[in-house]
């Protein structure tokens, strides 16, 4: 128990997770913890084909096996209008399919057993036919006249899915023909997955008596899902409850509706029984969502002495079978058109053309708010190319563009309104924290003596916190997002998110800012999310969102408690209301510091000694919409030794200086940003799904798609500076998918960087040992 | 990920392995420390009706010189290995290989006869044996026979281990009195299988090499035996230029193929760089050891 | 079809009539129910399964539980003490070395056994130790701290016994 003395730590301390004692213990419950009472498992057969017909499914022996209940096909959900289902993206996806796949690793059919043994066993008995069909592998040859569809269901028969533009054509191109100099570069950005190391799942429970369908899921938007699944099945949406539990890492993969869990659910109708179904990593990186696959032509136009001017980029992006990116509605291309950066340019034109291949769906993110990862690597890697062609220094060259603090607010060429920044700040910090200058000076004697050593600098702008209801949605539903907070009468609390955890410490982030706003102890504060039938609707965790609009829910709504209690305050120290200022967490008459009283106090008097026109009770719900996306920045600085002997790159420094305004708790920030660093170097270095020709993907285990160990992932050293945010309640600006979207070209401009004296000009990620080597060896710089 | 039915085990000695063998002539397995096997049974591309445990077997994890060689148990554990004060001295070479298979977890039950025996050419052991001069001992109810770790490394997962016998140990010569081995191992993360591994032995005469032993991982159907190399090495001493040629000729003896672990000549030249490092290392702890 | 095993679940006797080809992991989730222990991957890469056998870390996916009759198994719920967590799972509290807490259990078990044996580890035999255990949301290097911070606290514990901490809400 607390006394009054109990310090309330809200914001800015570095308090212990609260969530940390169960997960220690082996006590916290992730999806495959739950079992209830009968429950049956569920396993599906996937295609082996990208592209097929199928012209038979026979389940009979699978029937036959004791222990198995049912089979369910395309055919089955087909009668009852199920064999399909909205995508986020307002396209439509296959459940199961009814005649026809479009991927590898495809959902065809589904056991129901109830056992997991037995229904592993039956899987292997269901005999499928499949008549193959040429896959469509390459998005550019998708768009050519003769190519196959792959989605001959739709009225148009194309590939193509939708063209995207921003920013001003024809200003740009005026630019570009007038410029003194333009530099070229295409990047590819490569497919990846996310990997949390919990795979999917869910355990659907419906029941008859109550028709209601319950169901614990792997999800970051338990809302927004409920929402999907009413849509879907047309289940009255108080009769579904959609419960997220402790998830073991999301990272975007964890948004979309995934067929298995529809299927799960409609087994659980059909069999009276829960039915429990648990993703293996196979099946989790052959067919869930992926993220990246750009094709991008970038053009940066700027004068002989360094200041950029004009950028104009053109994108093709693979977004597989399915248009199920977890985009805002108005977004298809997510946030893309941030990729001006940190730098003032004149115009700049940006366009995305959607193509369909016989690939899982594309386009959810990989920590990453809505393709700003892919944006940040072109731009950061474009100033580079830029200050290499000019002979200048890539920090320079920044210093020159950067947009001054003094601008802001700033509105891009694309028409973002960045809220608050201090670029130049950031960067100088980095630069001292590693000694820049000594670095360059030790690169120069390398190289004299045929070492390789390169420095990559990134300064880049991340645009997270959608959004504003006047320009983002998913399916209609408005990016709000919420909080419902009760003071108990002793002064406690509950606090109900729309948002949901992946690991991110809500629980405890979310107590810091209810402790702070109400000035009672974080230990007395509890926060709850994840289940639908007792959190307030909002839309989930992910792009970086939760501390921008629930957070800012949480403290709105913490502030309408406030001006209650200060009804009751007054009532409380007979004072008048207009006499009492909110001082150290607690109401004081002004002028008169000894009469006060806190919080603790006026929770018990809401309940049991009230003024007459207030109601009894200490609560308030607040639905907060952002006025603005919130901007958080950084300068990170990447040293890389090239082994010339194989290739390998070995990073020997990474320097973090973030800027995400106002912080809640300083070591979880760290924390995030620790983990995006690893999830940006991972990608640079190591990750990448591909296909061969035949549609067979390549990297369908943990021994081929390559999650950095502890070996490979070096010393992250980090740094901040602190520029708040204008319009977020406190300050804030949302930091989880910072270092994710920064680290990439900071990493791969170290690499152009050590290689740069060859001529070398770009290497797209991942940077294989093998690429460099072939570039050392084509220079004649291989150790022989 | 669920494996098929089969049928558990655990014989308490050799004969009773025999017996379980002849048995099920056709549908049995081995079990060693199961760390590549297990997961083959998971994915189902193995599916033996039944499993053999070698783990209660006795003696059959032995770790000692005996008779002018290093006996090694087949159940011999990775993590033994590692840890082993005579192998890091006496076998700096072993030690190098035991400590880069897969993970530290994997090498607690990881044994080196599994190693051997599952004649994965990814396998870190079959050619550092190559370089040794290891030789094999496999024993059936027909008695025992020892073989060459050439002659029983015959493909791709395949050994001239005959149905009824059982590989029951792995013997190294002691090392001459000047003398080093090394294994270096390129990978794209720790746990992975090699691009290429290297595993060397050179023993000196003086300044001059009088024998060298080099064995190439993951670049062939099989780990391969630098025959080339290994004879021009001999009587010279390990000069630059001479180390560099044997490299060479390493990398002329790998016959990669293309794969996520990258290109035909970008494995050659990690062949090539490898063997030399490896050669150079060896040669310094040969001069460290004399 | 199925066999008898016996065995030693921190330090509570178990037996169970069990299918040969059960998963030492499946065993200790869905016959004990204990759940700390996690499945992330099929391929003995990612370390979620760790558990100990007879204080030796092994990845319980990898192994069928017919083969741990008469062993001693140690899981994570094995590691608190009369009420007081190990110094392990304190480290990991104070340096905040774990964010979703799925791979932890893991973790936790490697670093136990490797610190029985490497008192005072340097960061850099640390992180070998832990190459066999994937994290994807810290980067490690709070992982690392969170050892450390645990070896410390038993070598001053060994050398002056003092009371562990407990962490509480």
Request: glycine share 8%; aromatic share 6%; with cysteine.
């Given at each position: 128990?607390?006394?009054?003395?109990?310090?309330?730590?809200?914001?800015?301390?570095s308090v212990k997770r609260k969530e940390d004692p169960r997960f220690l213990r082996g006590k916290g419950?992730?999806?495959?913890?739950?079992?209830?009472?009968?429950?049956?498992?569920?396993?599906?057969?996937?295609?082996?084909?990208?592209?097929?017909?199928?012209?038979?499914?026979?389940?009979?022996?699978?029937?036959?096996?004791?222990?198995?209940?049912?089979?369910?096909?395309?055919?089955?959900?087909?009668?009852?209008?199920?064999?399909?289902?909205?995508?986020?993206?307002?396209?439509?996806?296959?459940?199961?399919?009814?005649?026809?796949?479009?991927?590898?690793?495809?959902?065809?059919?589904?056991?129901?057993?109830?056992?997991?043994?037995?229904?592993?066993?039956?899987?292997?008995?269901?005999?499928?036919?499949?008549?193959?069909?040429?896959?469509?592998?390459?998005?550019?040859?998708?768009?050519?006249?003769?190519?196959?569809?792959?989605?001959?269901?739709?009225?148009?028969?194309?590939?193509?899915?939708?063209?995207?533009?921003?920013?001003?054509?024809?200003?740009?191109?005026?630019?570009?023909?007038?410029?003194?100099?333009?530099?070229?570069?295409?990047?590819?950005?490569?497919?990846?997955?996310?990997?949390?190391i919990?795979?999917?799942?869910?355990?659907?429970?419906?029941?008859?008596?109550?028709?209601?369908?319950?169901?614990?899921?792997?999800?970051?938007?338990?809302?927004?899902?409920?929402?999907?699944?009413?849509?879907?099945?047309?289940?009255?949406?108080?009769?579904?409850?959609?419960?997220?539990?402790?998830?073991g890492g999301?990272?975007?993969?964890?948004?979309?509706?995934?067929?298995?869990?529809?299927?799960?659910?409609?087994?659980?109708?059909?069999?009276?029984?829960?039915?429990?179904?648990?993703?293996?990593?196979?099946?989790?990186?052959?067919?869930?969502?992926?993220?990246?696959?750009?094709?991008?032509?970038?053009?940066?136009?700027?004068?002989?002495?360094?200041?950029?001017?004009?950028?104009?980029?053109?994108?093709?992006?693979?977004?597989?079978?399915?248009?199920?990116?977890?985009?805002?509605?108005?977004?298809?291309?997510?946030?893309?058109?941030?990729?001006?950066?940190?730098?003032?340019?004149?115009?700049?034109?940006?366009?995305?053309?959607?193509?369909?291949?016989?690939?899982?769906?594309?386009?959810?993110?990989?920590?990453?708010?809505?393709?700003?990862?892919?944006?940040?690597?072109?731009?950061?890697?474009?100033?580079?190319?830029?200050?290499?062609?000019?002979?200048?220094?890539?920090?320079?060259?920044?210093?020159?563009?950067?947009?001054?603090?003094?601008?802001?607010?700033?509105?891009?060429?694309?028409?973002?309104?960045?809220?608050?920044?201090?670029?130049?700040?950031?960067?100088?910090?980095?630069?001292?924290?590693?000694?820049?200058?000594?670095?360059?000076?030790?690169?120069?004697?390398?190289?004299?003596?045929?070492?390789?050593?390169?420095?990559?600098?990134?300064?880049?702008?991340?645009?997270?916190?959608?959004?504003?209801?006047?320009?983002?949605?998913?399916?209609?539903?408005?990016?709000?997002?919420?909080?419902?907070?009760?003071?108990?009468?002793?002064?406690?609390?509950?606090?109900?998110?729309?948002?949901?955890?992946?690991g991110q410490g809500?629980?405890t982030?979310?107590?810091?800012?209810?402790?702070?706003?109400?000035?009672?102890?974080?230990?007395?504060?509890?926060?709850?999310?994840?289940?639908?039938?007792?959190?307030?609707?909002?839309?989930?965790?992910?792009?970086?969102?939760?501390?921008?609009?629930?957070?800012?829910?949480?403290?709105?709504?913490?502030?309408?408690?406030?001006?209650?209690?200060?009804?009751?305050?007054?009532?409380?120290?007979?004072?008048?209301?207009?006499?009492?200022?909110?001082?150290?967490?607690?109401?004081?008459?002004?002028?008169?510091?000894?009469?006060?009283?806190?919080?603790?106090?006026?929770?018990?008097?809401?309940?049991?000694?009230?003024?007459?026109?207030?109601?009894?009770?200490?609560?308030?719900?607040?639905?907060?919409?952002?006025?603005?996306?919130?901007?958080?920045?950084?300068?990170?600085?990447?040293?890389?030794?090239?082994?010339?002997?194989?290739?390998?790159?070995?990073?020997?420094?990474?320097?973090?200086?973030?800027?995400?305004?106002?912080?809640?708790n300083p070591m979880i920030v760290d924390g995030q940003i620790h983990g995006g660093l690893t999830?940006?170097?991972?990608?640079?270095?190591?990750?990448?799904?591909?296909?061969?020709?035949?549609?067979?993907?390549?990297?369908?285990?943990?021994?081929?798609?390559?999650?950095p160990t502890a070996m490979?992932t070096p010393v992250w050293e980090t740094?901040?500076?602190?520029?708040?945010?204008?319009?977020?309640?406190?300050?804030?600006?949302?930091?989880?998918?910072?270092?994710?979207?920064?680290?990439?070209?900071?990493?791969?401009?170290?690499?152009?960087?050590?290689?740069?004296?060859?001529?070398?000009?770009?290497?797209?990620?991942?940077?294989?040992?093998?690429?460099?080597?072939?570039?050392?060896?084509?220079?004649?710089?291989?150790?022989? | 990920?669920?494996?098929?039915?089969?049928?558990?085990?655990?014989?308490?000695?050799?004969?009773?392995?025999?017996?379980?063998?002849?048995?099920?002539?056709?549908?049995?397995?081995?079990?060693?420390?199961?760390?590549?096997?297990?997961?083959?049974?998971?994915?189902?591309?193995?599916?033996?009706?039944?499993?053999?445990?070698?783990?209660?077997?006795?003696?059959?994890?032995?770790?000692?010189?005996?008779?002018?060689?290093?006996?090694?148990?087949?159940?011999?554990?990775?993590?033994?290995?590692?840890?082993?004060?005579?192998?890091?001295?006496?076998?700096?070479?072993?030690?190098?290989?035991?400590?880069?298979?897969?993970?530290p977890l994997?090498?607690?039950?990881?044994?080196?006869?599994?190693?051997?025996?599952?004649?994965?050419?990814?396998?870190?052991?079959?050619?550092?044996?190559?370089?040794?001069?290891?030789?094999?001992?496999?024993?059936?109810?027909?008695?025992?026979?020892?073989?060459?770790?050439?002659?029983?490394?015959?493909?791709?997962?395949?050994?001239?281990?005959?149905?009824?016998?059982?590989?029951?140990?792995?013997?190294?010569?002691?090392?001459?009195?000047?003398?080093?081995?090394?294994?270096?191992?390129?990978?794209?993360?720790?746990?992975?299988?090699?691009?290429?591994?290297?595993?060397?032995?050179?023993?000196?005469?003086?300044?001059?090499?009088?024998?060298?032993?080099?064995?190439?991982?993951?670049?062939?159907?099989?780990?391969?035996?630098?025959?080339?190399?290994?004879?021009?090495?001999?009587?010279?001493?390990?000069?630059?230029?001479?180390?560099?040629?044997?490299?060479?000729?390493?990398?002329?003896?790998?016959?990669?193929?293309?794969?996520?672990?990258?290109?035909?000549?970008?494995?050659?030249?990690?062949?090539?760089?490898?063997?030399?490092?490896?050669?150079?290392?060896?040669?310094?702890?040969?001069?460290?050891?004399? | 079809?199925?066999?008898?095993?016996?065995?030693?679940?921190?330090?509570?006797?178990?037996?169970?009539?069990?299918?040969?080809?059960?998963?030492?992991?499946?065993?200790?989730?869905?016959?004990?129910?204990?759940?700390g222990?996690h499945?992330?991957?099929?391929?003995?890469?990612c370390g979620a399964?760790t558990?100990q056998?007879?204080?030796?870390p092994?990845?319980?996916?990898?192994?069928?539980?017919?083969?741990?009759?008469?062993?001693?198994?140690?899981t994570v719920?094995g590691m608190e003490q009369?009420?007081a967590l190990h110094p392990l799972q304190e480290g990991f509290y104070q340096e905040h070395g774990l964010q979703c807490g799925f791979c932890t259990p893991g973790m936790l078990m490697t670093a136990e056994a490797f610190l029985r044996e490497h008192p005072a580890p340097t960061d850099d035999e640390i992180r070998q130790a832990i190459a066999g255990n994937l994290c994807r949301c810290t980067g490690y290097v709070n992982i690392v701290k969170a050892i450390q911070h645990a070896a410390k606290h038993i070598r001053e514990e060994q050398?002056?016994?003092v009371?562990t901490a407990e962490v509480t809400?």
């Amino acid at each position: 128990m607390t006394t009054e003395t109990t310090p309330i730590r809200g914001m800015g301390h570095s308090v212990k997770r609260k969530e940390d004692p169960r997960f220690l213990r082996g006590k916290g419950r992730y999806v495959d913890d739950i079992k209830l009472p009968g429950m049956l498992y569920m396993d599906i057969v996937r295609s082996p084909y990208a592209h097929a017909n199928i012209t038979r499914i026979d389940a009979s022996k699978a029937l036959a096996l004791p222990g198995v209940l049912a089979v369910i096909t395309g055919k089955d959900l087909d009668e009852a209008g199920l064999a399909w289902m909205p995508t986020l993206m307002g396209d439509k996806q296959m459940v199961l399919p009814v005649d026809r796949v479009v991927y590898q690793a495809q959902e065809v059919a589904a056991v129901i057993a109830t056992e997991r043994y037995i229904a592993a066993d039956a899987i292997t008995l269901i005999e499928v036919e499949y008549e193959p069909l040429p896959p469509v592998m390459d998005p550019f040859k998708a768009l050519e006249a003769d190519s196959p569809l792959v989605r001959p269901d739709r009225e148009q028969k194309t590939n193509h899915i939708w063209h995207w533009e921003a920013g001003d054509a024809a200003q740009t191109d005026a630019i570009f023909q007038q410029a003194e100099v333009v530099v070229k570069q295409d990047l590819y950005i490569p497919r990846i997955h996310v990997s949390s190391i919990e795979t999917c799942g869910c355990v659907a429970s419906f029941d008859s008596v109550e028709g209601k369908l319950t169901v614990y899921m792997t999800t970051q938007a338990p809302h927004a899902i409920r929402t999907v699944f009413s849509l879907v099945t047309g289940i009255a949406e108080h009769k579904i409850r959609i419960v997220s539990p402790d998830i073991g890492g999301g990272f975007g993969g964890k948004v979309p509706v995934y067929p298995g869990y529809v299927i799960a659910s409609v087994a659980s109708l059909k069999t009276g029984h829960p039915v429990k179904w648990i993703e293996d990593r196979s099946e989790n990186l052959q067919a869930d969502s992926f993220a990246r696959d750009y094709h991008i032509s970038a053009e940066l136009a700027a004068t002989k002495d360094g200041a950029m001017q004009a950028l104009r980029v053109k994108t093709l992006a693979d977004h597989g079978a399915f248009d199920a990116a977890a985009n805002p509605s108005k977004f298809p291309a997510g946030l893309f058109s941030v990729i001006t950066g940190s730098y003032t340019l004149k115009a700049a034109h940006v366009e995305v053309d959607g193509v369909y291949t016989n690939k899982p769906s594309g386009g959810v993110a990989y920590r990453c708010s809505f393709r700003v990862t892919e944006a940040v690597h072109t731009i950061e890697r474009m100033v580079d190319t830029l200050a290499q062609q000019l002979g200048l220094d890539p920090a320079d060259v920044r210093m020159k563009n950067f947009i001054q603090p003094e601008a802001f607010p700033y509105t891009s060429p694309t028409g973002w309104e960045y809220d608050s920044g201090n670029y130049p700040a950031a960067l100088r910090k980095a630069m001292e924290k590693i000694d820049y200058a000594g670095l360059r000076q030790e690169q120069a004697e390398k190289r004299a003596r045929g070492e390789l050593m390169g420095i990559g600098i990134s300064t880049f702008t991340e645009i997270v916190g959608a959004g504003p209801s006047h320009t983002f949605d998913i399916l209609g539903i408005k990016m709000f997002d919420s909080c419902e907070i009760r003071v108990h009468p002793t002064g406690s609390v509950i606090a109900r998110i729309g948002v949901q955890s992946q690991g991110q410490g809500h629980e405890t982030t979310f107590a810091q800012i209810v402790a702070e706003e109400l000035g009672l102890p974080v230990e007395n504060i509890t926060v709850e999310h994840g289940d639908t039938d007792t959190a307030p609707y909002g839309l989930g965790t992910y792009a970086s969102r939760s501390t921008p609009t629930a957070g800012a829910a949480t403290a709105v709504a913490a502030r309408k408690i406030r001006e209650k209690a200060r009804k009751i305050a007054a009532h409380l120290l007979e004072a008048n209301v207009d006499d009492l200022e909110w001082q150290d967490y607690k109401f004081q008459v002004k002028g008169s510091p000894g009469r006060s009283v806190g919080m603790k106090e006026i929770a018990f008097a809401a309940y049991t000694n009230f003024p007459s026109d207030v109601e009894a009770g200490l609560e308030a719900v607040d639905y907060y919409d952002p006025p603005n996306l919130t901007f958080p920045f950084g300068a990170y600085i990447c040293v890389v030794d090239i082994d010339r002997g194989t290739g390998q790159v070995k990073i020997r420094r990474f320097v973090a200086v973030d800027d995400c305004g106002n912080i809640i708790n300083p070591m979880i920030v760290d924390g995030q940003i620790h983990g995006g660093l690893t999830m940006g170097m991972a990608p640079a270095l190591m990750e990448a799904i591909t296909y061969d020709e035949n549609g067979n993907m390549q990297q369908g285990t943990f021994m081929e798609y390559l999650l950095p160990t502890a070996m490979e992932t070096p010393v992250w050293e980090t740094d901040k500076t602190i520029t708040p945010s204008p319009h977020h309640p406190f300050g804030a600006k949302g930091v989880g998918e910072s270092a994710t979207v920064g680290a990439p070209p900071a990493i791969a401009n170290a690499v152009v960087d050590a290689l740069s004296h060859l001529g070398v000009t770009h290497i797209d990620i991942p940077i294989t040992p093998w690429k460099v080597y072939a570039i050392l060896e084509a220079h004649g710089v291989a150790e022989l | 990920m669920i494996p098929d039915n089969f049928s558990y085990l655990a014989p308490a000695s050799l004969p009773e392995v025999w017996d379980a063998l002849h048995e099920h002539p056709d549908d049995a397995k081995i079990l060693a420390g199961g760390q590549s096997l297990i997961p083959l049974m998971k994915f189902r591309l193995a599916n033996p009706a039944y499993l053999i445990d070698l783990r209660h077997v006795p003696d059959m994890d032995t770790l000692a010189e005996r008779d002018g060689a290093l006996v090694l148990g087949a159940m011999v554990r990775e993590a033994a290995l590692e840890r082993s004060p005579l192998i890091q001295q006496r076998y700096p070479g072993i030690h190098d290989a035991s400590a880069v298979v897969a993970d530290p977890l994997v090498r607690n039950w990881a044994t080196v006869g599994g190693n051997l025996a599952h004649a994965d050419p990814a396998n870190d052991h079959p050619a550092m044996m190559l370089a040794l001069g290891a030789r094999v001992v496999a024993q059936s109810p027909r008695g025992r026979r020892e073989l060459s770790i050439d002659d029983f490394l015959v493909d791709t997962m395949e050994t001239a281990l005959q149905p009824d016998e059982v590989l029951v140990e792995i013997h190294v010569p002691q090392p001459a009195a000047r003398s080093g081995s090394a294994y270096l191992k390129l990978e794209r993360k720790v746990g992975d299988y090699a691009i290429a591994a290297v595993g060397v032995q050179l023993a000196f005469d003086g300044e001059v090499i009088s024998h060298a032993g080099i064995g190439l991982t993951n670049v062939g159907p099989k780990a391969i035996r630098a025959q080339q190399a290994e004879a021009f090495l001999v009587g010279k001493q390990p000069s630059d230029e001479t180390v560099r040629e044997a490299a060479r000729l390493a990398a002329q003896a790998a016959d990669p193929t293309a794969d996520l672990r990258g290109p035909v000549e970008y494995k050659r030249a990690i062949v090539r760089t490898l063997t030399a490092r490896a050669l150079r290392l060896a040669a310094q702890r040969a001069t460290a050891l004399a | 079809m199925t066999q008898h095993v016996k065995m030693t679940l921190n330090g509570q006797p178990i037996e169970a009539d069990i299918e040969p080809r059960l998963l030492l992991v499946h065993f200790i989730r869905e016959v004990a129910n204990l759940t700390g222990t996690h499945i992330g991957c099929d391929t003995t890469s990612c370390g979620a399964c760790t558990v100990q056998i007879n204080g030796v870390p092994s990845k319980s996916c990898t192994l069928f539980a017919v083969q741990m009759d008469g062993e001693e198994i140690r899981t994570v719920e094995g590691m608190e003490q009369n009420g007081a967590l190990h110094p392990l799972q304190e480290g990991f509290y104070q340096e905040h070395g774990l964010q979703c807490g799925f791979c932890t259990p893991g973790m936790l078990m490697t670093a136990e056994a490797f610190l029985r044996e490497h008192p005072a580890p340097t960061d850099d035999e640390i992180r070998q130790a832990i190459a066999g255990n994937l994290c994807r949301c810290t980067g490690y290097v709070n992982i690392v701290k969170a050892i450390q911070h645990a070896a410390k606290h038993i070598r001053e514990e060994q050398a002056a016994p003092v009371a562990t901490a407990e962490v509480t809400r």
